[in-house]
């Protein structure tokens, strides 16, 4: 692999000295920027962009364009597993993500097979391997997928749910089926990441949205379980160069110590945790991201320089990284572009005395 002009991320990750606070944003393409807005509606749909290399590259490259940021993230979804898996993918307008053929009892799950990633799934690998043309070596392409426990409960509530009943009720009533689509799931995530890796991604992350529904034993056996399962089945180093693991389960603030053993590189951290609390309890065993608040960016600019201080004050000096700054969940839709160019400058603006080794 050529060598990166900006590897700040990956060092960062991977516990290096750097000069500075790297940064990315959860969700940095999408809806909030002007140029997105335009061309998803001239393709017509959401599931058209992510079907198509070359669009899902252009809007890679879209907030790339705008701001420094420190990496670029692949613009995809993670409903693309059980999409290829047949269940039918389809977003209605102000409803979010539905399937037509969710999964609803123990034949359904025993139907369904591992997508080939090459094949259901070759135009992700297209998209990834396009937008490592186009970026030429710039900047670190972040992969990722969801998590088994967080795809299950799309596939098996048919969409997205508030309540969580249906996956609840066969996770209590038919544990064995559960844990039979969870290891297809496990499964189908290690052949998926793996090709990205070998299609030219950096780093991946697994999106754990809705872990931080479930008790903590639950937590452990029904979803860490299946990510531990995948860490280990993962490739950890493509043409020498080593591929960081992050871990994000929203709502996960007590569980970090057991996040911190399945053998990832950083955890993601949601808003609800001093990064403090984090650093202090997951020590230097692995780095962390995060963590401001989405709604920050409503603020006005001193309110949002304010909050970078604090969570950079929180981390605290580092002379080996250990800190990627992001915000604790996606950006929401209908933030100002120009307020976010105001988090990203402030964040490498302030960050480097907190690096400086003398
Ligand atoms: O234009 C539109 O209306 C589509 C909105 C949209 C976008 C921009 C969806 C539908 N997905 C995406 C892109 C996306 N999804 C990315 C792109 C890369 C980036 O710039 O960051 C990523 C990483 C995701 C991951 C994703 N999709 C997650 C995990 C992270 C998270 O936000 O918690 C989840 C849970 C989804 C499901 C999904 N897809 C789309 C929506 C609106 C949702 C969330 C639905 C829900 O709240 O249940």
Same mark, same amino acid.
């Given at each position: ?5 900006? *590897? ?16 990315? /944003? ?17 393709? #017509? ?6 079907? @198509? ?6 809007? !890679? ?18 409903? !693309? ?14 409803? #979010?993500? &539905? ?8 034949? *359904?799950?025993?139907? %369904? ?29 972040? #992969? ?73 034993? *639950?937590?452990?056996?029904? =979803? ?6 995948? /860490? ?21 603030? /007590? ?10 590189? =950083? ?9 403090? *609390? ?6 230097? &065993? ?8 989405? =709604? ?7 309110? /949002? ?10 981390? #605290? ?13 996606? %950006?929401? =839709?209908?933030?100002?572009?120009? @307020? ?16 400086? @080794?003398?």
């Amino acid at each position: 692999m050529n060598r990166l002009k900006n *590897d700040c991320y990956l060092r960062a990750l991977l516990k290096q000295p750097i000069d500075y606070t790297p940064i990315w /944003i959860m969700r940095q393409a999408g809806r909030y920027l002007p140029e997105y807005r335009t061309t998803r509606s001239i393709s #017509g749909s959401f599931l058209s962009l992510c079907k @198509s290399p070359e669009l899902s590259s252009e809007i !890679t490259l879209q907030p790339l364009r705008r701001f420094p940021l420190d990496a670029a993230i692949l613009f995809s979804d993670i409903l !693309t597993i059980p999409d290829a898996m047949g269940l039918g993918l389809y977003f209605k307008s102000g409803e #979010g993500p &539905k399937f037509s053929n969710p999964i609803s009892c123990i034949a *359904d799950i025993k139907k %369904i097979g591992v997508p080939d990633p090459e094949h259901e799934l070759q135009y992700v690998m297209n998209a990834i391997r396009q937008t490592c043309k186009e970026l030429k070596n710039a900047l670190p392409l972040i #992969g990722f997928s969801g998590s088994p426990w967080t795809l299950a409960t799309y596939m098996v509530e048919g969409g997205t749910s508030k309540k969580f009943t249906k996956i609840k009720k066969m996770m209590y009533r038919e544990p064995i089926a559960t844990h039979l689509l969870l290891n297809k799931l496990a499964n189908s995530i290690i052949e998926y990441l793996n090709a990205q890796i070998k299609a030219g991604v950096h780093s991946v992350i697994i999106f754990d949205t809705w872990g931080g529904i479930l008790t903590t034993n *639950d937590y452990e056996s029904f =979803s860490l379980a299946y990510m531990k399962k995948i /860490i280990n089945n993962l490739i950890h180093e493509n043409n020498g160069t080593r591929i960081p693991i992050t871990l994000f389960t929203k709502n996960s603030g /007590i569980w970090l110590e057991k996040i911190a053993e399945t053998g990832c590189d =950083s955890i993601a951290l949601d808003w609800t945790i001093p990064i403090s *609390d984090a650093k202090y309890r997951v020590g230097r &065993k692995v780095a962390l991201q995060g963590n401001m608040d989405p =709604s920050i960016l409503y603020a006005k600019p001193e309110r /949002i320089r304010e909050e970078v201080e604090t969570i950079l004050k929180n981390f #605290g000096y580092t002379n080996s990284g250990g800190h990627v700054f992001n915000l604790g969940h996606g %950006i929401h =839709s209908d933030v100002e572009p120009e @307020s976010v160019r105001i988090f990203i400058e402030t964040v490498h603006k302030i960050s480097p005395k907190y690096h400086r @080794s003398t």
